[in-house]
């Protein structure tokens, strides 16, 4: 029986946090008898089961239905897309149906190229007929939110839901466009929308995890995608909410479990890179240095996203390798380089990244650029980093408390976050509120960066007062 999972924008839902680790068990130990409980009841009905679909049109329905596909049923889709469109340019549907295929694609393996490519699919969609298609509107959406321009995201979306008021999927998007520009307000409204549009399905349920994860709803969040990853209808989608659970227990410092979620997610979607990632980020939280930068390589190969150079340039750095964490940083400069090449936005990453290891000046400039355009919690920690980085402190500490003071918009529960603002606190002679933060940081995830969680520990030590209780041997 499905829970009420709607939600006023204040108003937690009611879940209970062992309910999530038993259904997520259920999930993990038995996904395999779901699918054969699905055949034995269309046998009971006295018909045929029906024919399961190829790989193109089971990618073209979870595209549709705003849940994940398989990358190989992608590359068939947009095949038989490219095909299509050639034998009929007018057929705006064609065009509407490959556009949302490429920014699908690119968004799960991180290749710039399917920005253009999406864009003027979607565009000729628009203009050979499909202008009233709520679909490719909120596919020119997803492309914004995907290249991080959610200004223009916010204002697809809304043209998407405005054509499609019955749609969850335009709420879906509508969530990341107003997350992204800070507008935690609009957010809320949109999940509220979106909740009581499809309370039961799936897709909706990891979509609101994601938001309680945002607002430091942490129970909650790991409740719904449970919840997801138990009804999930395919391998693929079962797949990503698995990843998803991962990165939720590493978040909150669970290195064996996280590492458990990565790898089941990889036996049920071996082309998800991003579990891949996860992985990695457990193994090295566990020590397992070698293994974890494997890990990221084999992620980046899969998926060349600058936020895994980013990472592992972190735990070279970590390792005193110094010369292949300048080699990681260079990687992320090019991604951004190819990235921006394609109408995305890279401050974020390349900001973090400048700010710790680059030019902390250059990192002001972009980032204080970023906010002015869309001023969001990770822009505002990401900012006053940079600020605390380049020696102004006393103007970082605005940005740090954005970051992290729920009464702002900054909910969510993140261990970066607080350190962040403990050192900034710290060097400008804030020592209560310093040892505060810096001691959150590490109850919230005491592996939370192989850099900064030592770091952290060792500015406590320095600070004085009574002792932080050590981590859990590796």
Not at 25 to 47: E, F, Q, S
Not at 87 to 97: I, L, T
Not at 363 to 379: H, N
Request: charged letters at 30%; a neutral charge.
């Amino acid at each position: 029986m499905d829970h009420d999972t709607s939600s006023a924008p204040g108003r937690r839902p009611r879940r209970r946090a062992g309910r999530a680790r038993r259904v997520l068990i259920v999930c993990v130990a038995g996904g395999a008898v779901l699918g054969g409980a699905l055949v034995l009841v269309a046998d009971r009905d006295g018909g045929a089961p029906p024919p399961v679909p190829g790989p193109a049109a089971a990618a073209r329905g979870a595209v549709a239905a705003g849940a994940p596909a398989a990358l190989s049923g992608l590359a068939a889709l947009i095949g038989d897309g490219e095909a299509r469109v050639r034998e009929r340019p007018g057929d705006g549907e064609a065009w509407a149906v490959l556009g949302a295929a490429y920014v699908e694609r690119g968004r799960r393996t991180a290749d710039a190229a399917d920005w253009p490519r999406a864009e003027r699919a979607l565009r000729t969609a628009l203009e050979t007929g499909a202008a009233r298609d709520p679909g490719a509107l909120e596919s020119l959406a997803a492309l914004a939110v995907a290249r991080r321009d959610f200004a223009e995201a916010r204002t697809w979306g809304e043209r998407a839901a405005g054509r499609g008021p019955k749609r969850w999927t335009a709420q879906a998007v509508l969530i990341d466009a107003y997350t992204g520009l800070g507008d935690h307000e609009a957010a809320g409204k949109a999940l509220d929308r979106m909740l009581e549009l499809r309370p039961g399905l799936p897709a909706v349920r990891a979509r609101a995890a994601a938001v309680y994860r945002d607002r430091g709803w942490r129970e909650d969040a790991e409740a719904q995608v449970a919840d997801a990853a138990a009804a999930a209808g395919t391998p693929a989608e079962r797949a990503a909410y698995l990843e998803q659970a991962g990165r939720l227990a590493f978040e909150r410092g669970d290195r064996e479990k996280a590492l458990r979620y990565a790898r089941e997610a990889l036996r049920a979607g071996p082309d998800r890179a991003q579990a891949r990632a996860g992985e990695a980020r457990a193994l090295a939280a566990l020590g397992r240095t070698e293994e974890a930068v494997s890990a990221y390589r084999a992620a980046y190969a899969a998926r060349p996203d600058a936020e895994y150079a980013r990472e592992l340039g972190e735990l070279f750095a970590s390792l005193g390798r110094e010369r292949e964490a300048a080699e990681q940083g260079e990687r992320v400069r090019e991604r951004v380089r190819q990235a921006e090449a394609a109408g995305a936005d890279g401050s974020l990453v390349l900001g973090l990244a400048e700010a710790d290891h680059g030019d902390a000046e250059a990192a002001v400039e972009r980032l204080r650029a970023e906010w002015g355009r869309q001023p969001s919690t990770e822009v505002a920690d990401a900012l006053g980093w940079a600020l605390h980085r380049a020696g102004r402190d006393e103007e970082a500490l605005g940005f740090a408390v954005t970051a992290t003071d729920g009464t702002r918009g900054g909910g969510v529960r993140s261990a970066l976050y607080a350190f962040h603002r403990g050192m900034v606190e710290r060097e400008l002679g804030l020592v209560g509120p310093a040892r505060r933060r810096l001691e959150e940081a590490l109850r919230i995830n005491p592996y939370f960066s192989p850099l900064h969680a030592p770091a952290a520990r060792e500015a406590l030590d320095g600070l004085g007062g009574p002792p932080l209780g050590s981590p859990p041997p590796l």
